[in-house]
């Protein structure tokens, strides 16, 4: 079985709807275009289902007056998705990880902003302006 890759946040996004539950194909183009801020082409999206499909990932069943096709994933199609999310998860951690300083009262994780103060010669980034007062008046007993 030859692996998929997901190359790009228009195959990301289509495996993350899948995991909703089952879609058409036309739902996943509008659905991508709408979060994504583009369109997303049936170019784009059928060959991509299509390889899902020949990789057991997902499964198609015909539905409705006009026999719509439904797009769903299978049990290793779940497993697939959520691998990818734990690896996509993994590179956010880095990514985030580097943003993310301790506030040193309370240790509480603050992502960007904060409350900066320079105490003893030394900036320090805090959760608020109520924990920086607190420090600093253990600092003072």
Same mark, same amino acid.
């Given at each position: 079985?030859?692996?998929?890759k997901?190359?790009n946040?228009?195959? #990301?996004?289509?495996?993350?709807?899948?995991?909703?539950?089952?879609?058409?194909?036309?739902? /996943?183009? !509008?659905?991508?275009?709408?979060?994504?801020?583009?369109?997303?082409s049936?170019?784009?999206?059928?060959? #991509?289902?299509k390889?899902? *499909? !020949?990789?057991?990932l997902i499964?198609?069943?015909? =539905?409705?007056e006009?026999?719509?096709? =439904? #797009?769903?994933?299978?049990?290793?199609?779940k497993?697939?998705?959520?691998?990818?999310?734990?690896?996509?998860?993994?590179?956010?951690? /880095?990514?985030?990880g580097?943003?993310?300083t301790? $506030?040193?009262? $309370?240790s &509480?994780?603050?992502?960007?902003?904060? %409350?900066?103060?320079? /105490?003893?010669?030394? *900036?320090?980034? #805090? $959760? &608020?302006?109520n &924990?920086?007062?607190?420090y600093?008046s253990t600092? %003072?007993?």
């Amino acid at each position: 079985m030859a692996e998929i890759k997901i190359t790009n946040l228009v195959k #990301f996004y289509t495996i993350l709807l899948l995991s909703d539950g089952p879609k058409h194909g036309y739902e /996943i183009i !509008k659905e991508t275009g709408d979060k994504l801020g583009k369109r997303a082409s049936s170019g784009e999206i059928y060959p #991509f289902l299509k390889k899902l *499909e !020949k990789q057991k990932l997902i499964k198609s069943k015909e =539905v409705g007056e006009r026999d719509k096709k =439904v #797009f769903y994933l299978t049990q290793a199609g779940k497993k697939f998705v959520e691998n990818m999310l734990n690896k996509f998860s993994n590179l956010l951690d /880095i990514a985030v990880g580097k943003k993310i300083t301790t $506030c040193p009262h $309370c240790s &509480c994780k603050i992502y960007g902003g904060g %409350h900066k103060e320079r /105490i003893k010669g030394k *900036e320090l980034v #805090f $959760c &608020c302006h109520n &924990c920086a007062n607190s420090y600093k008046s253990t600092l %003072h007993r």
